[in-house]
């Protein structure tokens, strides 16, 4: 007669990192980003992951189970995690929210810096506002 044999529990590669206990959760991601004065502008990434030790200017915010918070970056994020995961799923929702709140950023700014040559043009009113005043 055989006894059956029960598949080892698999630990998750951050836990056995020691960043924490399974399961994880992704619940933001910032930009890390150091700018290098007096080379006209020119930058490099500013964080590193605390899974692997590589250099990440894009931070995921990861939280443990027990409460244990790191960041990782996305190359770390999708090799750990199974297609369709909650962990990859969760930074690929967050991944989408940062792009999309950057670029309505970079539109507001744009439409400011507009609305200020404007401004410097016409004596402190936009082109609107001139066009009301006539």
């Known amino acids: 007669m ?8 698999t630990i998750h590669p951050f836990e056995a990192a020691g960043l924490g206990k399974a399961p994880f959760k992704c ?4 930009e890390n980003v150091f700018v290098i004065p007096g080379f006209g502008g020119g930058s490099k990434a500013g964080g590193s ?20 918070k ?3 970056g996305c ?5 750990v995690s199974a297609k ?4 990859l799923t969760e930074a690929e929702k967050v991944k989408r929210d940062f792009d999309r709140n950057k670029r309505e950023e970079t539109r ?9 040559a404007q401004r410097d043009t016409n ?4 082109n609107w506002e001139l066009a009301q005043k006539q």
């Open 27 to 30: 619940t933001g991601m910032s």
């Open 108 to 116: 507001r700014n744009k439409a400011e810096a507009t609305l200020q």
């Open 84 to 87: 369709g995961s909650r962990l």
């Open 75 to 79: 190359d770390c994020v999708e090799k």
């Open 70 to 72: 790191f960041h990782v």
């Open 49 to 68: 992951c605390q899974y692997c030790g590589t250099g990440i200017r894009y931070e995921y915010h990861i939280v443990s189970s027990d409460g244990k």
């Open 2 to 9: 055989t006894t059956p044999t029960v598949a080892p529990k």
């Open 123 to 126: 004596g402190g009113l936009t």
